[in-house]
């Protein structure tokens, strides 16, 4: 049972350069989340997908693209990353039927771009 | 807009020890609140789910408590081990934004 998983586990990229962070889930989930994760700022979101074929804008998307592949896939893009997107990112998915359902977490990909 | 805040921030208890966590939110027309945990450099462990119409959940050693109309939450652990050490996250769906926010965490360390 994998649960969510994401590729790769960690990164290390020049100022400028591209990157897509890839993330699935095998529980039939409909919705789907990329966070970022920064010491002392928490948890913010940077994109969702609510469904296959839709996704929107968090709380922090600037910098970044996405693209909900299929049911299972939820892929983030940084076009020309920035040092200040050094953090830790994490995918998650959850149901969201008729009740707001658990969100489960992939294990992260640690980015750093100096 | 809704903000989520745990206290304290650190806490250091000797194995054996009952404790409770807290957790506070500030807008109370909430979905649902979920708790957390996160081992050091490791991804989020869903403890516990309580909907917006529940009082409580439990799990083994766990029980999470939601009191909707103070914007609190407790999770109380029971009988403290020191492989409980972790970093525990609160959680809160808000309807206005129908997303999670997320608190900065207690970092708790149980020690033998």
């Known amino acids: 049972n994998a649960g969510v998983t994401q590729t790769p586990k960690f990164q290390v990229l020049k100022t400028g350069q591209s990157m897509t962070l890839q993330c699935a889930q095998d529980m039939n989930h409909n919705s789907m989340y990329w966070y970022r994760q920064d010491p002392g700022m928490g948890l913010r979101l940077i994109y969702y997908s609510a469904s296959e074929g839709t996704t929107d804008k968090g709380e922090v998307p600037n910098g970044y693209n996405v693209s909900r592949l299929n049911k299972r896939e939820f892929s983030l893009r940084l076009e020309s990353a920035a040092p200040s997107q050094t953090s830790v990112y994490f995918c998650?998915?959850?149901?969201?039927?008729?009740?707001?359902?658990?969100?489960?977490f992939g294990p992260g990909t640690r980015l750093t771009v100096t | 807009k809704q903000e989520v805040t745990q206290i304290p921030a650190a806490l250091s208890v000797p194995e054996g020890e009952n404790l409770v966590l807290n957790c506070s939110f500030t807008d109370s027309a909430i979905y649902n609140l979920q708790w957390f945990r996160q081992d050091p450099g490791k991804g989020l462990t869903s403890l516990l789910l309580?909907?917006?119409?529940?009082r409580e959940q439990t799990s083994g050693r766990l029980n999470a408590s939601l009191d909707k109309s103070s914007g609190r939450s407790t999770l109380y652990i029971a009988a403290s081990q020191p492989g409980d050490s972790a970093t525990y996250l609160c959680?809160?769906?808000?309807?206005?934004?129908?997303?999670?926010?997320f608190g900065t965490g207690t970092r708790l360390q149980v020690f033998p």
């Open positions: 998650a998915s959850s149901f969201d039927g008729v009740w707001r359902s658990e969100q489960y």
């Open positions: 309580i909907q917006s119409s529940q």
């Open positions: 959680a809160v769906r808000s309807y206005n934004t129908d997303k999670l926010i």
